[in-house]
Antibody, heavy 115, light 113 residues
Framework: EVQLVESGGGLVQPGGSLRLSCATS????????MAWVRQAPGKGLEWVAN????????NYVDSVKGRFTISRDNGRDSLYMEMNSLRAEDTAVYYC????????WGQGTVVTVSS | DVVMTQSPLSLPVTLGQPASISCRSS???????????LNWFQQRPGQSPRRLIY???NRDSGVPDRFSGSGSGTDFTLKISRVEAEDVAVYYC??????????FGGGTKVEIK
């Protein structure tokens, strides 16, 4: 069974940092693109970033470029998102998803940016 | 960026009746490889999104056959042949042809009348 389990969310002040993790199982992690998608409270879905199988290609939505860094550890079957200079508008549930076209999703982790 | 526009915003449906959701893109979604990367997702209340349809009309594993996708170019449709109570959800289209970024439609909320 494919499983994706996010962790690392929490309450952080504006300008602060967080590191999200996504532990996976049930599939060959190192053969898939992986992605982060977020959903602000009461809003729709927004693709945030993705990364290719060996980590050599990384893509971001413009609003997070220079602040967020996606990475992966194929030895640990895990995906990460380092989030710096956080803003109130980054408040959202963050989901990790498998492959470029988002075939499978985790349950999400909540990030709240507030003073 | 490709803009995805869904309609309607809200769709009240009687149980057992059909439902249809439209998704239009600002650019043709035909990729140079010949594929059209238009997907549909379902998000039930309090749950994570789940992909239903990929590349316009292909159902994901475990998706009931009352769900179908169609369309081409810039106009796409998700149809539910007979709505059941478990279909109450927000439905999103997603284009994966021109990226980054991948872009979602704004969502359509299906509710029971």
């Amino acid at each position: 069974e494919v499983q994706l389990v996010e962790s690392g969310g929490g309450l952080v002040q504006p300008g602060g940092s967080l590191r999200l993790s996504c532990a996976t199982s049930g599939f060959n992690f190192n053969t898939y693109w992986m992605a982060w998608v977020r959903q602000a409270p009461g809003k729709g879905l927004e693709w945030v970033a993705n990364i290719n199988q060996d980590g050599s290609q990384k893509n971001y939505v413009d609003s997070v470029k220079g602040r967020f860094t996606i990475s992966r550890d194929n030895g640990r079957d895990s995906l990460y998102m380092e989030m710096n200079s956080l803003r109130a508008e980054d408040t959202a549930v963050y989901y990790c998803a498998r492959d470029r076209l988002l075939a499978c999703w985790g349950q999400g982790t909540v990030v709240t940016v507030s003073s | 960026d490709v803009v995805m526009t869904q309609s309607p915003l809200s769709l009240p449906v009687t149980l057992g009746q059909p439902a249809s959701i439209s998704c239009r893109s600002s650019h043709s979604l035909v990729h140079s490889d010949g594929n059209t990367y238009l997907n549909w997702f379902q998000q039930r209340p309090g749950q994570s999104p789940r992909r239903l349809i990929y590349k316009v009309s292909n159902r994901d594993s475990g998706v009931p056959d009352r769900f179908s996708g169609s369309g081409s170019g810039t106009d796409f449709t998700l149809k539910i042949s007979r709505v059941e109570a478990e279909d109450v959800a927000v439905y999103y289209c997603l284009q994966g042809t021109y990226w980054p970024p991948l872009t979602f439609g704004g969502g359509t909320k299906v509710e029971i009348k």
